[in-house]
């Protein structure tokens, strides 16, 4: 497994990410890929399959997206926060209208979606890194096939030369070093689809929920940990994000006993979404602020015990006249 996370909540201060500050998480290593030789497929519940070169791909109908981009975290202790976050505009053609041209039978359910990568994580062999979506996910025309991030050609650890790109779904659903797309009527059988990047619904069940659709969550990246406030108005600020985007963000500076609106910015295609908050420490000290996100499906923030818990910054405020 190879995994590289460069930058700290309080650094996420651009609206796009550069992609020297993105996380690079990888469970079977990189491949090495001969662009030359590469071909991605797709076959299965269709009425044709077809398969593209790299060149046959860079002649479609091309589009970018700017989209937010989470690690849903440790798929060994899932309820753990990690905040691996980002916000990147994709470039590459629409999957939905591949598919839509390819015409898929009524009794297809699932895509699986197949990486070049394989080799062994957490002790169990996969021949592939395989992951699926519903079929109505997949016929959405803003799901991706990219070959471009922030304007640029793919490297090599991002997925060169094509990955897959779910606008609101958890990272770990973006299968980079595409080669096959299969469209089926049942979920796939890879070890990351059985066996990791589940969640268990309630309390002693074995009942499992798909880790797709991203949660509410949000981070204060301004003032950032640990950091020494004056005893003057202060512009509290950060990012905010879901599948079904922020309709609302709440403050609270006293450890989540009271709250109050913050201003949120309206969402630009799937993009994460910048709050405000003004505020006036009453007291030089210690103070706990916390966000707390709310998405459009009226869907709240947990304080805690969940991978999107509620992200507190520690602050200490001065008076004017210390030193």
């Known amino acids: 497994m190879i995994a590289k996370f460069p930058l700290c909540v309080h650094n996420l201060e651009s609206f796009i990410t550069p992609e020297n500050h993105l996380f690079v998480l990888s469970h079977l290593g990189i491949p090495n890929i001969d662009i030359a030789q590469w071909r991605l497929k797709i076959s299965g519940l269709i009425e044709q399959s077809i398969e593209f070169s790299y060149e046959n791909l860079l002649n479609l109908e091309y ?135 589940n969640d268990r619904v309630g309390e002693d069940t074995a009942t499992l929920k798909p880790v797709w659709e991203v949660a509410p969550e949000s981070v204060i990246v301004h003032p950032h940990q640990n950091e020494v406030l004056n005893l003057q108005p202060q512009t509290l600020w950060g990012w905010a994000w879901a599948f079904n985007g922020i309709q609302s963000v709440d403050i609270s500076t006293d450890d989540g006993i009271t ?6 910015e309206a969402r630009l295609q799937y993009a994460w979404q910048r709050f405000t908050f003004q505020w006036t420490p009453s007291t030089p000290g210690q103070y706990n602020l916390m966000s707390r996100a709310t998405d459009c499906n009226g869907a709240i923030q947990p304080i805690q015990e969940e991978r999107n818990a509620v992200y507190a910054v520690v602050i200490t405020v001065k008076s004017v006249n210390s030193k």
């Open 63 to 197: 589009r970018e997206l700017t989209v937010f981009h989470q690690c849903s975290g440790n798929p060994l202790q899932p309820k753990i926060p990690t905040r691996l976050i980002s916000n990147v505009t994709w470039g590459g053609v629409s999957l939905g209208k591949i598919l839509h041209r390819l015409q898929v039978k009524p009794q297809a359910h699932y895509v699986w979606f197949v990486g070049l990568d394989h080799g062994v994580y957490e002790g169990v062999a996969s021949d592939s890194y395989m992951k699926d979506i519903p079929i109505e996910k997949a016929l959405d025309n803003d799901v991706l096939l990219a070959y471009k991030l922030n304007g640029k050609p793919l490297s090599a650890e991002r997925g060169f030369p094509l990955r897959l790109v779910v606008p609101g779904y958890y990272g770990t659903n973006s299968v980079k070093w595409l080669s096959h797309i299969y469209v089926t009527d049942r979920r796939s059988p890879g070890i990351f689809t059985t066996t990791f990047y």
């Open 259 to 264: 709250w109050q609106a913050a201003e949120v």
